[in-house]
């Protein structure tokens, strides 16, 4: 197809470039002898007319003459000025004529065609001559007639020798001509050919195709077939296999809570321990005091009441500290609408040792006092976690008069943001993406177990359908100082019948 498209583009092009050089080499040629033609007629043979007839001064008559010589000369040197062509811009079409023509110059007769212009530029050259005599001796009436009657002679003979050229140059037109249409038949018939060879190509091909099509469709029959088998016996397994690896996934996710739980649990302890160290020197320090008084004599029962009033308030301590601790380990998975700012700070108290130690100052932000129905002791181990993971960043990294959290808590249409915050230089950017999978620490292995941020993710996701995610950022922690600080953004959606209640 591409090669019929080539073939008419060089049939359209060959053929308007012929016409025109036709147009421009032969039909405007003509048009000049014919304009010389008719001035020597109208111009300067009815003007030599008129003056014999002396209707028409002879001074009128060698104007007009004149302007007529004139443009006889000019149209004549415009006919012998050889007529220049633009090539064509497809050359296949002058290559294929070259081949169809190989005589095609064989109609050109370069000897009569120089023979008449010959004969033309003498006669023109003659009566130019007598032209000129004549307006010499135009009072003489004898010798004027004698010399218009030579003048009419030699007008009708140019007039004849140009009649011979133009019939010439139409000559060659039509040869030409007829050269154009030669080459136009047989490249529309070469583009016949190319056509019932390009159709008879693309049948056999379609037929070789359409059997390679056949062969292939049933190979792949047979490979489905076989697939089909496979896929058979694999969906026959695949619901065991499914239902077993949810169970063991459920028995990982149970087993890396309870680890959360025991590292958690071993937090707690130390921080009771830490916690019950101090009142319990008192309470010893209250039943020596007992034994001094009695033995320098001076027990009395005003000091009896207040030691043990004293001792009772220490102990009434102790056990509401191992009240707050029992209580966060409640089993209870039952939702309970509470106060977020009551789980932070309950949180932060059972910490409040261990950052009292590390120096640590804490901001609450607190912007609005939102309840929510969901887990609170699960939401406690989430701050715990995050509480804990900045207590070790900043102790790594922070001098311990620069060492601050900072917890704001606003509300966002139906959802509560808390963005807890610790300038303890933030998460390296390497393992930042790394942060919330299982067993992943930094920490070494006596000091984390890699599953805080693990279980926290978990506890935000699936329990309260919330999102949890951390990001470094630059931030005026104390509104005086700009610190590298890591952020993490806590989102938990609000209950309807919670913002009901509320309000």
Sequence with gaps: MLGIVILALITTFSIRYDFDRLYEQRTKPLIKLENIKDTYKVNIQDTLYDIEDKSISFKKASDVINLALQLIETNWEEYKRPNEMTPPTIYIGNIIKKFLTTQQQYYKNEILYKSISKNIDKKMININATLHNLELSHKD????????????????????YITSLINYDLTLALNEKRDTEKSFDVIIAVSMISIVLIFLFSIILSVLLINHFKRLHKLLEEKVKSKTK???????????????????????????????????????????????RQPLGSITMIIQSFQTKRQLGKLTDEFIDEKVKDALFLAQNMSNTLDDFKNFFSPDKTKEIFSIKDCIEHSFELSKYALEKAGIKVILIIKQDIKINSYYNELSHVFLNLINNSKDALCSNVNKNDRIIKVIVKQHKNNILINFIDNGGGVPEEIIHKIFEPYYTTKYKSAGTGIGLYMSKQIIEKHMYGSIYQKNIRHKIDKINDYSCSLFIIKIPILNEVIKDAE
Excluded: P, T, Y
């Design 230 to 276: 496979q896929l058979v016996k694999l969906n026959n397994s695949l619901g065991e296999r499914v239902l077993q690896e949810v169970k063991n996934n459920r028995k990982k996710d149970i087993i890396m809570f309870q680890q959360a739980r025991l590292a958690s649990l071993g937090e707690m302890l130390n921080n009771i321990a830490h916690q019950w």
């Design 141 to 160: 009436e004898n010798n004027l007639k004698e010399e218009f009657n030579k003048l009419h002679l030699e007008i009708n003979a140019i007039n004849i």
